[in-house]
């Protein structure tokens, strides 16, 4: 069974779209793949922000200090020595297709999607992840920064890159919430695929449209149902 649900992908800015979806594996592996990289003998290693080597040894990796202040809440800044990008200067110094790492954490799943042409472990995640519509999100974007919904969405698209076994329950909430009718429709085209490959999907959902869909419709709350028993008090809603 796996169940999507609207936790965060993550507590820490640490983690995000490309380090969840396992694609800046790939990404780190071709900027150490490079002349430039090879020559210094820079290891996918080097291109991490989590592991000391490559990133930026005041911050950690982070791209941010904390700034604490008197009386009042710690503020969060950018890195002084890195400027943001998160690593050393030598690291910035290998570029793949004119492009540093920093550069490629910067852009958009769009435009990576457009970048990495060719680089079909790369774009297999990019793909699921644009269609379902999170095009627009930062591929360093921290989780921290993504709301239920879109972490959700990350979760899924991990999912659906995935090879398919078949035979697999999966369990969503509200899955289209937040999204444009057109990215639902994406999404449940996907839903659809994973039907189709011998799987059961389990929305919760108030979107009529998606649940017009569906296979069964089990209605909850009060009032629900063909069958609803209006002598016992109604429930009250959960949101
Ligand atoms: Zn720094």
């Known amino acids: 069974m796996v169940a999507i649900d609207q936790r965060p992908i993550g507590r820490t800015p640490r983690s995000n779209v490309a380090t969840y979806t396992g694609m800046f594996d790939h ?13 210094r003998n820079y290891k996918p290693g080097r291109f991490s922000f989590n592991v000391a080597g490559g990133r930026c040894p005041t911050c950690e990796g982070e791209g941010f200090v904390m700034i604490e202040l008197l009386f009042l809440p710690s503020v969060y800044s950018p890195c002084p020595d890195c400027n943001g990008t998160r690593y050393t200067q030598s ?3 290998i570029t793949w297709r004119d492009r540093n790492i920093a550069d490629v954490l910067a852009m958009s799943i769009d435009e990576a999607h457009a970048f990495f042409t060719s680089e079909n472990d790369v774009l297999r995640s990019l793909t699921v992840l644009r269609e379902v519509g999170l095009g627009y999100l930062r591929l360093g974007q921290p989780a921290t920064e993504l ?16 090879a398919q076994r078949g035979d697999t329950l999966y369990i969503l909430d509200e899955p289209t919430a937040g999204l444009h009718p057109s ?39 009060p009032g629900a149902g063909a ?3 209006v002598s016992s008090p109604p429930v009250p809603p959960s949101r």
């Open 227 to 229: 069958t609803a028993d």
């Open 27 to 39: 990404i780190r592996k071709l900027f150490a793949a490079t002349p430039a990289a090879k020559k």
């Open 147 to 162: 709301s239920g919904g879109e972490a959700q969405r990350v979760k899924l698209a991990s999912e659906l890159q995935r």
């Open 183 to 221: 990215d639902s429709d994406r999404l449940l085209a996907h839903a659809q695929g994973l039907v189709d490959a011998d799987n059961t999907v389990v929305m919760v959902e108030l979107d009529m449209r998606v649940v017009a869909q569906a296979d069964h419709v089990i209605d909850l709350g």
């Open 91 to 93: 690291t910035l110094e």
